[in-house]
Each structure stands twice: as C-alpha cells, then as structure tokens.
C-alpha cells in the first residue's frame, strides 16, 4: 500500500514555494532537494544574489529536471485565483506553525537568511505562519521543516514498510531487530 493522502489534500494540491532574494545557491539547491522530498511544484526566486552566483548550485537530486526553478521580479505574479499566499516569518501577529492548517493550494513565501520579507508582501499574504524556535532557523532548513508540517498534517495511512524500501538510498539496507 503506498501513502495516502487525505482526500481534501490529494486533489490537485499545488505546492510553490517562494523565495525573496535567496542569500546563496547553497540554500537554493538544498530548497530544491526539499521541493523535491516534499512533491513541491515549483520553486520562484527573486532577488540578484542567487543569479549571480547559480554555477555554485547544489541541487544533488537534479530535481530540476522534475520541478521548474523560475526566476519571477513578483513572486506572487500568475497564481491562479485559487492558491493562498503564506508568508513564513517571524511577524508579530503571525501564527505559530504547529498551530496552522495549510490551504490546499499554496505558495509559502521565505525571506533570506540575512533579512526579511518586505511588509507590502506580508500584507499580500493570506496567511503569515512562523516556526516556533530559539532564533531563527537556516532557509533550507526552514522550508523542509514547513513542508514536512504540511506533508505529516495531510497523511493517511503510512506503509512503512514500503515507503522505506522505495527511498531509501540504494546502499541502505538496515533493518529494525524484532524485540
């Protein structure tokens, strides 16, 4: 049996994530490896830092042969109607992550490591959700922690089993010990 989703969830989800002036391709390859674990749709970026410097990519997947990496001056520009931006960022007012029901359709906006998102889009922004930590987290971190949070809400039942066979690396062939 292979993972299901929830019905609500598994009709025509769409997943983009945002990227407001990305401080290194460092972060955008390993965004990219998360767009690529979480089924993401889309990665947008904007910003001149990351463009300058993409031969340094570390995208280990090639998930971009799977999900487009687009540059957009408007990261919000030619979503359909239907898909609720969500800012990720420490904003007074915003709510706490775990506390937070992801729409179905949605592009979640980063800031860069160094910054934040500009207050005109926050204001854009459906919805504005933080990741309750100590400090602030690394982008690439912080998008697969709000990826996953979406993923572990929107599951049904798991095959482990299978579902541990079918990703794992192929040198991986470790086993639980029945107790």
Do not use: W
């Amino acid at each position: 049996m292979q993972i299901e989703l929830k019905t609500a969830m598994a009709t025509e989800s769409t997943v983009i994530i945002g990227l407001h002036n990305p401080k290194s391709p460092t972060n955008v390859g390993a965004v990219m490896r998360a767009a690529g674990c979480y089924n993401a749709n889309e990665v947008r970026y904007n910003g001149t830092r990351y463009s300058r410097a993409v031969r340094f990519q570390t995208d280990t997947q090639n998930i971009q042969e799977r999900i487009a990496l687009v540059e957009k001056e408007d990261l919000t520009a030619e979503l359909a109607d239907d898909v609720e931006i969500v800012c990720v960022e420490f904003a007074v007012g915003a709510s706490s992550l775990p506390r937070f029901e992801h729409p179905q359709k949605a592009l979640y906006v980063f800031g860069p490591e160094d910054g934040s998102l500009p207050q005109e889009l926050v204001d854009k922004a459906h919805h504005v959700v933080y990741v309750p930590t100590n400090g602030c987290m690394n982008l690439a971190a912080t998008v697969n922690v709000v990826l996953y949070d979406r993923l572990a809400k929107t599951m049904g039942a798991i095959d482990d089993h299978q579902q541990v066979i079918a990703n794992r690396d192929n040198k991986n062939r470790l086993k639980v010990k029945a107790v």
